[in-house]
């Protein structure tokens, strides 16, 4: 299975790479720019070892892949979505979006009109499969090799898609995939963001994840 | 310390009361009817064995008690709170409750225009600190005093009510307490209920409570 990570230069990215890669997932770093997700998935290679860790241009990655994730920023994310349109056409599109904002020490949540950021999502690409998860791993520990954890992955969708979404998870050695419900629920799951962030900042403590028990 | 657990007839109620009460806490269980609080105190009592538990009727526990825990389904919390606002001026005044509605098979946040429901009580009681907690805590678990669990609870409040809180929390073995930031915060905490639910329910598990790691 081939899957992309569009934008793919940020933590969560290189923690989904390093981890679908050394299981023999086939993944695409995608970026604006050739050079700099060339650049990326040879660094990540070498992390690794043997794998299969590749660059591409999005639109190339988006064409390319059979699943797609979207690790980009959420304010850059629509319009990726709207250009990567004919191309994730018939795919597996993974959210980790969240419409977030700091109003002085303060992470606030903000809630798209259309109910969530997958939601959102889902109605630019309107022929893709939209799937709500990832919004609650930390994100540089989980793009540490080294680093053990036991985080449960609340995950939203309405179609067979979250199945995929689900399968994938559970292939990554201490995540444990919990299905949150349809695409309507991914609010819920998006606040978790902005709460566990309030959370770390008050309470001083190094990034956290979530499990439930 | 008197502690009124106002409407204290369900699970989150009486697992607070127990457990308070076995603590040292002078514990009140109010109720609209005198008996049924009484009634409630008494097998209270029966389960911990040496500790303060009496039954009173809301408008008198509201009155006696230093801090309060509106342990009374949101639907009915806002107008006892237009009833208790007098006896309540001045004190702690602990909100655990939730809007929600169940739509089909699942549960959804119901999100109030003042904000939150602690925010809507906040409104109602403006001469009492309200600080919302206990949101997370699967009840019936709760309630039984063999039940095991580690537990995180996310706090919000303005005030140093918050702290008092924090610290009745932490006097519960089991339980560790969270600052998660102002009142304003509220919905982010109140979300997790319905999240919960809906987990709890798709993924066929027992009650859950959270913990973050």
């Known amino acids: 299975m081939k899957i992309a990570l569009l934008g793919g230069t940020g933590n969560l990215g290189e923690g989904l790479a390093l981890r679908w890669g050394k299981l023999g997932y086939e993944i695409i770093v995608g970026s604006r720019k050739l050079e700099k997700a060339e650049k990326l998935a040879s660094d990540y290679l070498k992390k690794v070892g043997d794998a299969s860790i590749i660059g591409m241009r999005n639109e190339d990655a988006a064409e390319t892949c059979d699943v797609a994730v979207f690790t980009i920023p959420w304010e850059f994310a629509f319009d990726t979505a709207e250009m990567l ?9 993974i959210s980790p979006l969240v419409p977030m904002k700091k109003v002085g020490d ?3 949540y903000v809630r798209p009109e259309e109910g969530s ?5 889902a109605s ?3 022929e893709s499969s939209v799937v709500a998860a990832y919004h609650s791993i930390p994100a540089r520990r989980f793009a540490n090799l080294g680093e053990e954890f036991e985080w449960d992955v609340p995950i939203c969708g309405d179609s067979g898609a979250k199945e995929v979404v689900v399968d994938l998870t559970e292939k ?5 995939a919990l299905d949150a419900g349809g695409l309507s629920n991914a609010h819920l799951v998006e606040s978790l963001t902005p709460l566990i962030l309030n ?9 956290l994840g979530i499990s439930f028990r």
């Open 124 to 126: 630019v690409l309107e």
């Open 106 to 108: 303060n992470f606030v």
């Open 117 to 121: 950021a997958a939601e959102k999502l």
């Open 85 to 93: 349109k004919r191309q994730l056409a018939g795919k597996v599109v």
């Open 172 to 176: 990554i050695s201490g995540l444990r």
């Open 199 to 207: 959370v770390m900042k008050r309470n001083k403590t190094g990034e």
